[in-house]
C-alpha cells in the first residue's frame, strides 16, 4: 500500500473483530512508531500496550464505556513526559505513525481521548512524573466506514500572511 492511499483509505473503526495479532505484525507496527520523528530525537514519550483480553474488557468502563475497546485485538496508551516542551506532539507524530503502519498491516485503529484519567493511571500502574495524554484501540476492522467530509484546502491553508486563501504568482 503506498502512504496516500493509506492516508485516504485509514478511517476510525469502532466495530473490531476479535482476534490475536500476531507478534510479528505488533512488533512492525510499534516499530513504525519507534522511527518517528521527535523534538531533538528525545522520543519523551512510551507505550503501554494491552493484549490480554480481560484488561482490554476492563478498559471499556475506564474508557467511558466504550464497549469497542473489548473486542480491538490491542490498546496502546499513550504516555510522555510532562517535563519535555514537545512531549504531546512526539507522541502523537508516534500513533500517527501507528495508524497508518496498522493499515499496511491490514488493522484499523481508532484515536482514543475519552478516559478517566486516574483511573487509567492506576490500571496501567503509571508513575507520578508520567501522564496519559491519549490512547489507540487497534485490531482487525469489522466495518467500513464511508469517508468523513472534509475542508476544501482554501479553507484550512493560508499563504505567506495568515487569511490569504490564494498562492500569490
Not at 134 to 154: I, Q, T, Y
Request: proline residues 5%; glycine residues 6%; neutral net charge.
Amino acid at each position: 500500500m503506498n502512504i496516500e492511499k493509506a492516508i485516504r483509505d485509514r478511517r476510525s473503526i469502532r466495530r473490531f473483530r476479535r482476534g490475536k495479532l500476531s507478534y510479528k505484525a505488533l512488533d512492525r507496527v510499534l516499530e513504525a512508531a519507534r522511527l518517528a520523528p521527535s523534538g531533538a530525537n528525545r522520543q519523551p514519550w512510551e507505550l503501554v500496550v494491552i493484549t490480554d483480553r480481560s484488561r482490554l474488557e476492563g478498559l471499556v468502563p475506564i474508557c467511558k464505556d466504550q464497549a469497542f475497546i473489548a473486542d480491538c485485538a490491542a490498546f496502546v496508551v499513550g504516555v510522555d513526559d510532562p517535563t519535555q516542551k514537545w512531549a504531546k506532539v512526539d507522541l502523537s507524530i508516534a500513533l500517527d505513525h501507528i495508524s497508518l503502519m496498522a493499515m499496511e498491516e491490514g488493522m484499523g485503529t481508532c484515536w482514543i481521548g475519552a478516559f478517566d484519567g486516574e483511573r487509567l493511571n492506576e490500571y496501567v500502574q503509571l508513575p507520578e512524573d508520567k501522564v496519559i495524554t491519549v490512547c489507540m484501540a487497534l485490531g482487525f476492522p469489522d466495518e467500513r466506514p464511508p469517508a468523513s467530509g472534509r475542508k476544501r484546502a482554501e479553507e484550512l491553508i493560508s499563504w505567506d500572511l495568515y487569511g490569504i486563501r490564494e498562492r500569490s504568482s
